[in-house]
């Protein structure tokens, strides 16, 4: 389960970055809201997979709820999750 949760965190990083980054610009810049649509519901899906898994798992790799509230809140941050995999999953 944890591999799991280790891939979910890294694709959700992955689909936020690519969402805020190319999709939305393209979207107000020229227009085209495409990318958008077929990115948005990916992302949501794996932003409740990736809150679901940290919640189910926070007993498992022993964190205090100030650890938690980390990797929670790094869901909401542009590379957060990149910095949950790299500082709490890595080696674990």
Request: charged residues 20%; hydrophobic residues 55%; glycine residues 6%.
């Amino acid at each position: 389960m944890k591999k799991f949760f280790r891939l979910i965190t890294l694709l959700e990083g992955l689909s936020y970055i690519l969402l805020l980054f190319i999709a939305v610009p393209l979207k107000y810049g020229a227009g085209d809201d495409f990318l958008v649509k077929i990115l948005g519901m990916p992302h949501g899906v794996l932003f409740m997979l990736y809150l679901a898994l940290a919640f189910y798992l926070k007993d498992s790799y022993e964190w205090k709820w100030q650890q938690t509230a980390v990797v929670f809140l790094a869901s909401i941050v542009p590379f957060g999750t990149f910095y949950v995999d790299r500082k709490y999953l890595k080696d674990k």
